[in-house]
């Protein structure tokens, strides 16, 4: 048993949902209790579909539990086939189906129905949503493909230079962050090298266009969350490379293209010399009109430019999917400047390859499912922004600081109106909006910290956010309870928590040392108290004056 008020993913039905819903032609029929179709609000509400899911549920009930609940799942998967007539049929249980073990998908496979029946086996307490979408994926293209395999020994006929390559796009799927609008944007990367886009998957496709994948050159897994294993026996069954490189980023975008340019064996250098040119000449009417350059993003001038000064050295917490966070520590560190202080996944798949970024900075990945423990690691790290899921927009409105959202699980406002992508160019256009937008602008933040009286742009209060400090941060001057804390009360940590070693007691900050404190920008007073804390703390010091602030300074600066 593990306590649990909130969860990052959903169970691994949650998945197969996700890939059944992205697609056309696909129907599920899914073992579960009455009250499973809650799962359908995600796809209605918050990705605002016009139309139900694809899922057939056989909603058994207690009562039906005495009864022959196999029998259920045989009706439930005639009525589907003869309402929706689907190219194939998926079928699965729910947790709470799982217990009873009815084998809905071999009772399935045995009526004899005149389509492909994909049978899925997802162990509910063990595995979760993206690993359920992933094994979906896997099964759905490998029982669609598995005649085609080529021979044991055979390789793939070389691409007559001729024609142009062809790529196939694995991952995207309903419910994935941005899915919609990052396709669109990797159309734009393919065609301005190109490259034929031949397969998108699954999102948009159906069985016919899935057993069109091994035509194309090579494939793009564009999620490995979702598409690896996928495109791994692709790899092993068709001869198909695989392209890794997820293209959010510019530094990454650029490494995609070149990644093609190798894989297909096609001369890619004007793309990349192109995506260089990156002042975009936002001044000249010319290429204003001709809407930019689209072959470079704004992201690398923008944070260039003067005004992104202040940017530099922000102390930044990243965590999501493992794609999202690893892409976000690059963007964070070599596009913006800023300063990686924590990095973590809850995608417990794909733990290596984030504990392998986090090493390249000297820091411990948070490799954990449990939001408190992340809660626990960012308020350890103290940091200016919290770059996460929906969930840390909750944790760091708590702790009081800025926070964008840049992976899964996502609210419905993460499923916006307008053209929002993260891949490619445009991608990293809205990245640094994004990002930069929680931030408190440069002048606001020097003003506040030069004078601290002010009864309106007060500490901590983000005018461009109509922000007014929390009635906790002592201020007055009224203002609704916002997002906008001081990070951490001038004293409220100094009693002993259990566990500390018993000197920790004995700390205490002095007037004089307590108002110096208070004269550090809101934004890092919670880390320099820490540091001071714990340098006191290491030499037996037990008041904190205005002195020991400085020596803590001096002694950390070194
Ligand atoms: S079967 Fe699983 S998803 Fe459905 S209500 Fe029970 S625990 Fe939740």
């Given at each position: 048993m593990e306590l649990t008020l909130w969860t990052y993913e959903g169970p691994p039905h949650v998945g197969t949902m996700r890939i059944a819903t992205a697609m056309e032609g696909v129907h599920y029929v899914l073992?579960?209790?009455?009250?499973?179709?809650?799962?359908?609000?995600?796809?209605?509400?918050?990705?605002?579909?016009?139309?139900?899911?694809?899922?057939?549920?056989?909603?058994?009930?207690?009562?039906?539990?005495?009864?022959?609940?196999?029998?259920?799942?045989?009706?439930?998967?005639?009525?589907?086939?003869?309402?929706?007539?689907?190219?194939?049929?998926?079928?699965?249980?729910?947790?709470?189906?799982?217990?009873?073990?009815?084998?809905?998908?071999?009772?399935?496979?045995?009526m004899g129905l005149p389509i492909p029946v994909v049978s899925l086996e997802l162990p509910a307490y063990s595995k979760k949503e993206n690993w359920g979408a992933s094994e979906t994926l896997y099964h759905l293209v490998r029982s669609l493909l598995l005649s085609a395999v080529l021979p044991p020994g055979a390789s793939r006929p070389e691409r007559d230079p001729a024609i142009r390559p062809k790529a196939n796009i694995i991952g995207p799927t309903a419910l994935g962050f941005r899915c919609r609008d990052d396709i669109q944007e990797v159309l734009k990367l393919l065609a301005e090298i190109g490259v034929d886009a031949n397969v998108i998957a699954p999102l948009g496709a159906t069985p016919d266009d899935l057993m069109r994948i091994p035509d194309a050159d090579f494939n793009i897994c564009l999620y490995p969350e979702i598409a690896l294993t996928t495109c791994k026996w692709l790899e092993r069954s068709f001869k198909q490379p695989t392209v890794k490189t997820v293209p959010i980023g510019v530094g990454a975008t650029r490494d995609f293209i070149a990644e093609i340019g190798e894989v297909a064996n096609i001369d890619v250098s004007a793309a990349l010399r192109r995506s260089q040119a990156d002042t975009l000449g936002n001044w000249s009417a010319d290429r204003l009109s001709s809407m930019a350059n689209p072959g470079?993003?704004?992201?690398?001038?923008?944070?260039?430019?003067?005004?992104?000064?202040?940017?530099?050295?922000?102390?930044?917490?990243?965590?999501?999917?493992?794609?999202?966070?690893?892409?976000?520590?690059?963007?964070?560190?070599?596009?913006?400047?800023?300063?990686?202080?924590?990095?973590?996944?809850?995608?417990?798949?794909?733990?290596?390859?984030?504990?392998?970024?986090?090493?390249?900075?000297?820091?411990?990945?948070?490799?954990?499912?449990?939001?408190?423990?992340?809660?626990?690691?960012?308020?350890?790290?103290?940091?200016?922004?919290?770059?996460?899921?929906?969930?840390?927009?909750?944790?760091?409105?708590?702790?009081?600081?800025?926070?964008?959202?840049?992976?899964?699980?996502?609210?419905?406002?993460?499923?916006?109106?307008?053209?929002?992508?993260?891949?490619?160019?445009?991608?990293?256009?809205?990245?640094?909006?994004?990002?930069?937008?929680?931030?408190?602008?440069?002048?606001?933040?020097?003003?506040?910290?030069?004078?601290?009286?002010?009864?309106?742009?007060?500490?901590?209060?983000?005018?461009?956010?109509?922000?007014?400090?929390?009635?906790?941060?002592?201020?007055?001057g009224g203002g609704v309870a916002v997002a906008v804390a001081e990070p951490m009360a001038i004293t409220a940590d100094l009693q002993p928590t259990e566990g500390e070693p018993s000197d920790a007691v004995s700390l205490s900050w002095s007037a004089d040392g307590e108002a110096e404190l208070k004269k550090i920008p809101f934004f890092v007073r919670g880390k320099v108290k820490r540091n001071t804390e714990k340098f006191a703390s290491d030499r037996g010091i037990t008041s904190i004056t205005v002195d020991t602030l400085y020596e803590a300074k001096a002694a950390i600066g070194k």
């Open positions: 073992h579960a209790p009455q009250g499973d179709t809650y799962a359908d609000l995600l796809f209605t509400m918050i990705e605002r579909r016009d139309r139900r899911p694809p899922v057939t549920y056989t909603t058994f009930q207690a009562r039906d539990l005495g009864g022959d609940t196999a029998e259920m799942v045989k009706t439930s998967v005639r009525d589907a086939y003869n309402r929706f007539k689907p190219q194939v049929m998926l079928v699965g249980e729910s947790c709470t189906a799982e217990l009873i073990q009815d084998q809905p998908g071999s009772l399935a496979k045995s470079a993003s704004r992201l690398p001038w923008y944070s260039r430019s003067v005004d992104s000064t202040y940017l530099t050295g922000k102390r930044v917490f990243i965590f999501g999917d493992a794609t999202h966070a690893i892409a976000a520590a690059r963007i964070a560190t070599e596009e913006l400047g800023f300063t990686l202080v924590g990095i973590g996944t809850y995608s417990r798949e794909f733990a290596r390859q984030v504990r392998e970024v986090a090493k390249q900075y000297g820091l411990e990945a948070v490799i954990s499912d449990d939001y408190l423990a992340v809660e626990e690691a960012v308020a350890e790290a103290s940091p200016e922004l919290v770059l996460g899921t929906q969930m840390e927009r909750h944790i760091a409105k708590r702790l009081g600081i800025p926070c964008a959202v840049i992976s899964t699980p996502i609210h419905v406002q993460d499923v916006p109106a307008r053209y929002s992508p993260q891949i490619g160019w445009e991608g990293a256009n809205v990245i640094f909006d994004d990002w930069v937008h929680p931030l408190m602008m440069g002048l606001e933040e020097h003003l506040i910290g030069m004078f601290r009286e002010d009864f309106e742009f007060a500490e901590g209060h983000m005018s461009h956010l109509h922000t007014a400090p929390h009635p906790t941060a002592g201020t007055s």
